[in-house]
């Protein structure tokens, strides 16, 4: 397979980051894949990224398969395309069943957006990885920020961990549902509930759909509230609003977006935008950094041949686990920190 | 967890709505480990490359039985140049004359499979023309 | 039909051949497989005898052709009295183009017409239309307006044959320009016989042709049901496919349990919208696939007419016997054809129109030899012609009805195939019937699942394909096959053209506010449609008007 970085396409010697942010298709697409990939080459180009990010608002889109995740982005984009907003999507498949084969076929309900050139649309598939999957999704939408999309689609299929762990780098999280499709709410995962910050009831001519917003209210504990979406907007504290959209049609899908955009303003004057991303940049410079950190260290050992060792010597008793962590980890440790 | 697993566009271009093939495929190369971005029915051209572009696959394979191969494939091909993107290798499937396969080669499509064709050939071929 | 002592005796015989001859006869040379299948994966016994159709009572599931469960056939004396129709689809390029080849099939002997549309026509968008690039023509003829189906018909009087045609979502639209065109020929509606396929629901799960979402098309579907049954008696208004989700991958049991759920959703949407079921009930038509398991084939058929006949008066309390009675038009399988070895393909359509014959078919479509690389050429269409008057009148098939009643395989397959298609009927219906199961991807799952199956077993070799996967040649590809001159699409272009300068445009706008109106509203859209076409408003301009009311269907994908 060719290299994935560095290369030169069509004669240009231009980094992918500089050309991304010239908004050039393929290097976005290209520098994406590399994400996926190369995650650590993918680090050179984010570096040159980052100063450019934070401008879009990041909406995650999840919710069990079948209730029209993808025709509902698809309605949302193009009512933010009509404003003049460039769209980023991220269609994430965690489920794929073999490893690392998927069939991703999210664009399928997207088609007229695929030539509409303020929008790009990628497709994730899981590889078998668990954690990273949600950090490459996070990079691949740093991407598509700097690349000047004003609201980027984070959809993913179903309710699990890893969704909950991918979503969660939205700013704002719209959990989609459906009536009579054992979507009750006994059978929600409580950590989805938990993370909606706007509810879309889709397929609402369905004749069930007043029952599903019912016990949804019920569990929210803002039954009684007949619009909720207005004391959302009255109060400092969110309440997450409950839309009925019929994808298929379009209808309902301008109120939603509409009470997306209001949770969006609600972050920014609230100043929880804020606090969130700070939040959210505290967890990454973490993760970013126990990472390298681990895999400098197993490196270091592992090439001394001195780790398989030490697990001999804890076996035969000769050394006690934390004594050894302390004699592994001083090679790494600055004498004036370390003391 | 850095795999690196192949990326695969299966379109169906133009109107022709036999999509058995495509969705056999498309399984198959998922079996052996692609990632398979399928796109539905009636694609156009354009819809075919800014697709291609934007998932960053490294193959397309498009399949018509309608007849309208020797219209339609070589404008992919066409558009992919367009954006620079002329390394992703386009393949083509259907009812295709051999006649035709000669003339779609020459215009850039790397290989035509038609009626009988096992799917392992066709992911033995994917597999080849990645890795040059 | 035996009685119980009879079948003591035979159980008793059966375990000792069994036991003696059978497994002496396996120690010496075992058997070519472990298990035998159907092509539908129904397993195969090495022997039936009357224990296994014990089950069987012959009054009540076979009785006498032309009666009640119509098991054995829908008329009395079947083709000791008329033939099937021998029907072969065709069309290609201009309506000149394909008028010249109905002229020539009819010469041939041929009874009936088959019009096969190109993909615009069939997606309602005119030649001019920008996603029509490079398709037209090309896989049928290219019929933008009434203009065009007077070329079509150019001296064929329309009440002298009956003419099939293959259109679904726009189907509404060129039946009204067949009326057109035989009102301007001086025919009455009532004396066109013909049929429509008009078949929207297969399209979402096979075929691909749809254009409005499932609410609306089921309308066209009724509302041309509704003028039918009041100006055209003897006009098929659908003909169910189950042929087309064959070809996509099912199987036979599948084929039959998808078709008529399919036939009960239609038959309920005609309820719905205020019909009598023996006001159209009888102009229902089927449109099966033949394949080579040849007797599994067979069983199919006779299954399938029996659960129509029970669902039709049990379920829908028909009066009428009419509409209890399944007719179909068979075409044999397209996704059977081989590439390798082409003039094979002769052997396997003879076995398939064999099947189709025996299991009593009305009209018949044999392929071509070529048909898996191309259009086929007027030699081959006429081979595939003879093979149908071979068995016609040289096989002597045709001399008695419902000639493999009571082979105990035969009959003991046809139980099965029932049952095993009342329970997957009986599954849709709990999904709340096949619009829903459509829209849930369930139909679409299952028949990929088949596909991928019978794809695998070929490549493992579990199953030979001739030629294909065992008993292979190099061989020089094929040469001489038909193409379809591009030029014709600059040709449909400039008539287009031409036609929209001569027409009487404030008559034609008119007309399409007229159908507008009419689709926003419940009044029936077909008269309307029809005086838009006589005014020679073109398809493309009509489907946009439908487009617009009615929006376009968005497809899902499901793997």
């Known amino acids: ?339 | 967890m850095a795999e690196r697993p192949i990326r695969v566009l299966i379109a169906k271009p133009g109107l022709d709505g036999h999509d058995r093939g495509a969705k056999v495929l498309a399984r198959a190369l998922r079996d052996a480990g692609m990632e398979v971005i399928y796109t539905g029915l009636r694609q156009t051209p354009e819809q075919i490359a800014a697709t291609a572009t934007q998932e960053d696959v490294h193959v397309v394979g498009l399949s018509c039985l309608s007849g309208a191969h020797l219209e339609l494939f070589p404008r992919v091909v066409q558009l992919l140049k367009e954006q620079q993107a002329d390394d992703i290798v386009v393949l083509g499937g259907g009812t295709i004359p051999s006649e035709d396969i000669t003339a779609l080669k020459k215009q850039g499509v790397a290989e035509v499979f038609t009626p009988g064709t096992s799917t392992q050939e066709v992911v033995e071929f994917v597999k080849r023309s990645v890795q040059l | 039909m035996f009685d119980r002592d009879a079948l003591q005796k035979l159980e008793q015989r059966k375990t000792a051949w069994e036991q003696g001859p059978v497994a002496k006869a396996m120690e010496r040379f075992g058997e070519r497989s472990e298990e035998f299948r159907t092509t539908s994966e129904l397993p195969v016994e090495r022997l039936y005898t009357p224990l296994e159709v014990a089950e069987t009572e012959y009054e009540r599931d076979l009785g006498v052709p032309g009666e009640y469960p119509y098991t054995r056939g829908i008329q009395p004396t079947m083709y000791r009295g008329r033939l099937w129709t021998m029907r072969q689809y065709a069309g290609f390029g201009t309506a000149e183009e394909s008028n010249r080849r109905y002229k020539y099939l009819l010469e041939q002997g041929q009874t009936g017409l088959s019009v096969a549309f190109d993909l615009p026509t069939q997606i309602g968008y005119d030649s001019d239309h920008s996603l029509s690039r490079g398709e037209v023509g090309k896989v049928g003829v290219a019929i933008d307006s009434l203009a065009d189906m007077e070329l079509l018909f150019d001296g064929i009087p329309l009440d002298q044959v009956s003419t099939s045609m293959t259109i679904n979502a726009p189907a509404a639209i060129l039946l009204a320009m067949y009326a057109a065109l035989a009102q301007k020929q001086g025919v009455p509606l009532d004396k066109l016989r013909g049929t429509i396929q008009n078949d929207i629901l297969k399209e979402y799960v096979a075929r691909g042709t749809y254009i409005f979402p499932p609410q609306p098309s089921m309308r066209l579907v009724s509302d041309t049901f509704a003028f039918c049954a009041e100006h055209m008696s003897n006009w098929n208004t659908i003909s169910i496919s189950g042929y087309h989700m064959r070809e996509a991958g099912c199987n036979a049991v599948q084929e039959v349990a998808f078709t008529l759920a399919n036939a009960v959703a239609y038959v309920k949407a005609a309820l719905d919208a205020g019909l009598d079921v023996d006001t159209f009930a009888p102009r229902l038509s089927f449109f099966f696939d033949a394949h080579n398991d040849l007797l599994e084939e067979v069983s199919k058929f006779r299954a399938a007419r029996k659960l129509w006949a029970q669902i039709m008066k049990e379920r829908f309390g028909a009066q009428d016997p009419r509409s209890m009675m399944l007719r179909f038009h068979t075409q044999t399988a397209g996704s059977a054809l081989t590439a390798q070895q082409p003039d094979n393909n002769v052997v396997r359509v003879t076995l398939q129109a064999l099947a189709a014959v025996l299991g009593g078919t009305q009209s018949l479509h044999t392929n071509s030899r070529e048909e898996a690389l191309a259009l086929p050429t007027e030699d081959s269409v006429r081979i595939a012609l003879r093979t149908q008057q071979i068995l016609a009148h040289e096989s002597g098939v045709v001399n008695t009805v419902d000639p493999l009643a009571g082979s105990y395989y035969v009959e003991s397959l046809t139980r099965e195939i029932e049952q095993r298609v009342l329970e997957y009927i009986d599954k849709i219906e709990e999904l709340g019937g096949s619009a829903r199961a459509i829209e849930q991807g369930y139909i679409q799952r299952e028949i990929q699942e088949s596909a991928y199956t019978h794809q695998r077993e070929i490549e493992n070799e579990e199953r030979v394909v001739v030629g294909v996967n065992k008993y292979r040649i190099s061989e020089e590809p094929p040469t001489n096959l038909l193409r379809v001159d591009p030029v014709v699409e600059r040709q449909e272009r400039e008539k287009l053209e031409q036609l929209r300068a001569q027409r009487n445009q404030a008559h034609v706008d008119e007309a399409l506010e007229g159908v507008r109106v009419a689709a926003g509203g419940q009044e029936n859209l077909f008269p309307r449609i029809l005086e838009a076409v006589t005014v020679y408003a073109t398809l493309g301009e009509i489907c946009d008007v439908l487009r617009d009311e009615f929006g376009t269907h968005q497809a899902s994908v499901v793997f």
């Open chain 1, 1 to 339: 397979m060719e290299p994935l970085s560095g290369i030169k396409i069509g004669g240009s010697s231009v980094s992918l980051a500089e050309r991304v942010l010239r908004g050039d298709v393929r290097a976005t697409g290209r520098l994406i894949s590399l994400i996926e990939n190369a995650p650590e080459e993918a680090e050179q180009e984010l570096r040159a990224l980052h100063a450019y990010t934070g401008n879009a608002h990041v909406v995650g889109i999840t919710g069990s398969p079948g209730i029209g995740k993808s025709t509902l982005t698809d309605r949302l984009a193009k009512r933010w395309r009509k404003e003049g907003f460039q769209v980023g999507i991220i269609a994430v498949d965690p489920n794929s069943p073999f490893s690392g084969g998927a069939l991703l076929g999210d664009r399928v309900r997207m088609q007229d957006l695929a030539t509409d050139p303020g929008v790009f649309i990628r497709s994730m598939g899981a590889r078998g990885r668990l954690g990273g999957l949600a950090r490459a999704t996070h990079n691949a939408v740093r991407v598509l920020d700097a690349a000047g999309k004003g609201v980027i689609f984070v959809e993913t299929v179903g309710v699990g961990q890893s969704e909950v762990d991918i979503v969660r780098t939205a700013d704002t999280v719209v959990v989609g549902l459906v009536p009579g499709m054992g979507d009750d709410i006994q059978t929600i995962k409580a950590g989805i509930l938990e993370i909606a910050d706007v509810f879309a009831i889709n397929k609402a001519d369905r004749p069930d759909a007043n029952r599903l917003v019912i016990e949804l209210q019920m569990a929210l504990g803002t039954s009684g509230n007949a619009d909720t979406g207005a004391s959302a907007r009255t109060e400092g504290r969110w309440i997450p609003p409950i839309e009925q959209t019929i994808a298929s049609t379009g209808e309902g899908t301008g109120a939603l977006r509409k009470a997306i955009a209001d949770h969006w303003e609600h972050l920014q004057r609230s100043g929880e935008l804020e606090t969130r991303r700070r939040a959210r940049y505290e967890a990454e410079l973490q993760s970013v950094v126990e990472d390298h950190w681990r895999k400098r260290f197993f490196e270091y050992w592992q090439q001394r041949g001195h780790w398989e060792q030490v697990v001999e010597q804890l076996l035969r008793k000769e050394i006690d686990p934390f004594t050894a962590a302390q004699q592994l980890l001083s090679p790494f440790l600055d004498s004036e920190i370390g003391g």
